[in-house]
């Protein structure tokens, strides 16, 4: 039987009650996205796992996705269009990865620990200075520049280009505009990208970028002038939305939850319980568009992904799943198991993924030593989330940093 595809909430309201629809109707759902894209939806968190190491799933649209034209669909762009260790398989995968991971390692991240600190301390004497009589957006002032800062300061973005890099890396996420607006986003993202090149061609570093500059330069078969431009979007992208949203979480829950706050305060061990908490909970990304069938997959249950369908899979969904995890929509950094996919599972597996926890450690505690009294503010409940079915993060996030009694 063919059911009619769910339309993907892109309000970011109905997000994470969506999921637990999806979950509830089936080890596979088919939705409807943007454009009328048509997938197969995976909420469970056991599939999830499954197909993300299945021999017949693929991450390349160029060969796996027959009924899509590259360039049809511009809100697919960045996520589908792109050619990057994020869009390919093989040989292709392990090519473009090497590029990075160098940069990536855990010593280098560890390395990164005091420029990370220097950035905190920076936007925490900010706040300070700042009118202390009323509320302030936390995201704005403090977890939105940390991890934006680090990744532009690895890339070597410019000063006077951030701004415009940041403001186009953001709308990307927005999964409720027109096609003339996603149009306008696919050519700002490829504009802003160029630009950083040309700089960097004219004056190089030592940063990613001239050392991707230079590899494309010195040998244009290791690295296509695409596979430049798409690498960057996904290193400068996913290394400037993650933590943000991590970081959010985090001050949320704890601010509600007042004993849970006093017990990592009184045993800074358990920051570490406090991040994987948050991302079980909160997961940075929901869904992350798209992977592909490159032969028929039996799910069970009726449901078959027929080879050339296409599938979005529910990172964020497997962290809330009630077959994982008891009382799942519970925050308990005492939590025994506090498994979750938000930095994805297998080969694909989050490069940056150790970063974005560095950036939350050293953010947080800093956080909470300097403002001791921090607070919600009053006008807090009813946050504003990103319009969006891949990303989680809320638009602002205002607090009080001396509340008056």
């Given amino acids: 039987m063919t059911h009619t595809p769910v339309a993907l909430d892109s309000s970011g309201r109905r997000l ?21 894209v048509i997938a197969w939806a995976v909420t469970r968190g056991d599939v999830a796992r499954k197909l993300l190491t299945h021999p017949n799933v693929s ?19 960045p996520w589908v269009d792109v050619v990057s260790m994020f869009t390919s398989d093989g040989a292709d995968h392990q090519r473009l990865r090497r590029l990075v991971d160098r940069a990536f390692t855990p010593a280098r991240i560890e390395a990164m620990r005091p420029a990370i600190h220097a950035i905190v301390t920076d936007l925490l004497d900010h706040l300070q200075a700042l009118d202390p009589t009323g509320p302030i957006d936390l995201r704005e002032h403090f977890s939105y520049p940390i991890p934006t800062r680090v990744i532009c300061d690895l890339f070597g973005v410019p000063d006077d280009q951030r701004p415009q890099m940041l403001r186009v890396i953001d709308s990307v996420l927005t999964t409720d505009v027109t096609a003339a607006e996603a149009e306008t986003i696919k050519d700002a993202l490829a504009a ?8 960097k061609r004219h004056t190089p570093g030592e940063d990613m970028t001239s050392l991707l500059l230079a590899t494309h330069e010195e040998d244009g078969d290791r690295l296509s002038h695409h596979e430049l431009i798409s690498t960057l979007i996904l290193m400068i992208g996913a290394g400037s939305e993650t933590a943000v949203a991590l970081i959010n979480a985090a001050v949320y829950e704890l601010l509600h939850h007042p004993k849970q706050l006093h017990a990592v305060r009184a045993d800074r061990t358990l920051w570490s319980d406090v991040i994987e ?15 592909y069938a490159t032969a028929d997959i039996d799910l069970g249950d009726g449901i078959v992904i027929r080879q050339g369908d296409a599938i979005i899979i529910g990172f964020g969904a497997h962290g809330r799943d009630p077959d994982i995890h008891q009382s799942p929509e519970a925050f308990r950094i005492d939590r025994a198991d506090k498994q979750h996919l938000a930095f994805g599972y297998g080969i694909h597996y989050c490069l940056g993924a150790r970063l974005a926890r560095l950036e939350a450690e050293v953010a947080l505690p800093a956080l909470f030593q300097r403002f001791p009294q921090l607070a919600l503010a009053s006008d807090v409940t009813d946050l ?4 969006s079915f891949i990303g989680t993060d809320v638009t602002a996030l205002p607090v009080e940093l001396h509340p008056t009694p």
Avoid: C
């Fill in 277 to 291: 908490e948050a991302l079980r909970l909160h997961p940075p990304i929901m869904y992350l568009p798209l992977r």
């Fill in 16 to 36: 994470f009650a969506q999921t637990d629809e999806l979950r509830a109707a089936g080890p596979a759902v088919r939705v409807r996205m943007p454009e009328n």
């Fill in 384 to 387: 504003q989330p990103q319009r």
């Fill in 59 to 77: 991450k390349d649209a160029r060969t796996s996705w027959p009924s899509h034209t590259p360039g049809s669909i511009p809100w697919l762009y």
């Fill in 192 to 199: 802003a990208m160029q630009a950083l090149v040309d700089s």
